[in-house]
């Protein structure tokens, strides 16, 4: 099974933006919701965003209005929006079905300081 593949994160300053792109090499891709997750420091991996296959979304309160999942299907991939970052939003960024049922990627750090 070939990993989930994140990329995009590097270092922000407070109030700016970041995007995120995961590729899943996976022939059944567009039929699974997707999610984007993360991971503090000393912290459980948390989720934070999702889309549907009918492209519904839905986000954790702590980054509505600021961070916009999409998906392109025809790529097989899923990206992350993340604007008016916070130093809060510091973790490593991991993509997965939202039932996380495929290996995990190495994930993409962002980190958001001053």
């Known amino acids: 099974q070939v990993p989930l593949a994140e990329s995009g994160g590097g270092l922000a300053q407070p109030g700016g933006s970041l995007r995120l792109t995961c590729t899943a090499s996976?022939?059944?891709?567009?039929?699974?919701?997707m999610a984007w997750y993360r991971q503090a420091p000393g912290k459980e991996r948390e989720w934070v965003a999702l889309?549907?296959?009918?492209?519904?979304?839905s986000y954790v309160d702590a980054v509505k209005g600021r961070f916009t999942i999409s998906r392109d299907n025809t790529k097989k991939t899923v990206y992350l929006e993340m604007s008016s970052l916070k130093p809060e939003d510091t973790a490593v960024y991991y993509c997965?079905?939202?039932?996380?049922?495929?290996?995990w990627g190495q994930g993409t750090q962002v980190t958001v300081s001053a």
């Open positions: 997965n079905n939202f039932a996380k049922t495929w290996e």
């Open positions: 996976r022939d059944s891709f567009q039929f699974y919701t």
């Open positions: 889309i549907n296959i009918n492209l519904s979304t």
